[in-house]
């Protein structure tokens, strides 16, 4: 209760920020739905699963992708506050077994459950943070495999995923992240450009040089993990997604063989 009493407090005290979140959430969720549609319409998709798997397994995923959050690997050529966790492979798996709307709408709820669990000590920032740049691996990637269901475009689609999550990672941390938290934490930018010229050489002593050498790389090796688990366990439990097991797959005419090719 008292978590949830210090979070309640949170809010109100970033209530302008939070709302901007939920509006960002929104909209990413909308132009998922979107391409779902078109896709569905081009390729004569049909939804075969029930509100209530489709639920429950949006429920397990989620939780298990906001425990997988507590798990961190700090990276040797980044500052400590930068590390590696696996929480979007089972955004991952619910995207690719019911489209991409449903990924964000794990992402999103993984981000509520944490929050919960743990609080924020970033005023949101690095929920935000993390919501996005998972969404940028998620959302392409899923969309792709989602309009042509093949063991060729479900590669394709990983390192699409990856590019995205890469680029989009790098481009945000500069434009928006970095300056966040450095007024979050009433420092100037250039002390934690100073973190990451002691982290990693590289990193120089401008935001230019600092992403592309600890965010870029962190992004790239957590799209490849990402990708590489996703390709090795969507395969395997494919089958129980669509039967019996924790949920069940989009199905059309063909999506059966095809997955198999």
């Known amino acids: 209760m008292e978590k949830f009493n210090v979070l309640i407090d949170q809010i109100k005290s970033n209530a302008l920020y939070v709302v901007s979140f939920l509006l960002i959430i929104a909209g990413l969720f909308v132009c998922s739905v979107i391409a779902e549609r078109i896709i569905r319409g081009k390729k004569g998709i049909t939804d075969k699963t029930s509100a209530a798997r489709r639920a429950a397994s949006v429920g397990l995923l989620s939780a298990i992708s906001a425990v997988l959050m507590f798990f961190e690997v700090p990276m040797f050529f980044a500052p400590s506050f930068y590390k590696l966790d696996l929480s979007e492979l089972p955004v991952m798996i619910g995207a690719y077994a019911f489209g991409p ?66 680029l989009f990672g790098t481009a945000f941390n500069a434009v928006y992240l970095l300056p966040a938290f450095a007024k979050l934490y009433g420092m100037p930018l250039e002390a934690i450009l100073e973190m990451g010229a002691k982290a990693n050489p590289l990193a120089g002593n401008d935001i230019v040089t600092f992403v592309l050498a600890c965010v870029a790389p962190l992004n790239l090796i957590k799209g490849t993990v990402i990708s590489l688990l996703t390709l090795l366990i969507y395969k395997k439990i494919s089958p129980v997604l669509k039967g019996a097991g924790i949920g069940a797959d989009l199905v059309s005419n063909r999506e059966v063989q095809t997955e198999e090719n």
């Open 101 to 166: 709307s449903v990924g964000v709408l794990i992402e999103f709820i993984k981000i509520i459950l944490k929050l919960f669990m743990k609080g924020t000590s970033t005023a949101f920032v690095g929920e935000l943070a993390n919501f996005a740049v998972g969404s940028s691996f998620v959302i392409p990637a899923a969309t792709l495999y989602y309009s042509n269901r093949t063991k060729k475009t479900a590669l394709k689609s990983c390192i699409l995923g990856t590019i995205c999550i890469t």
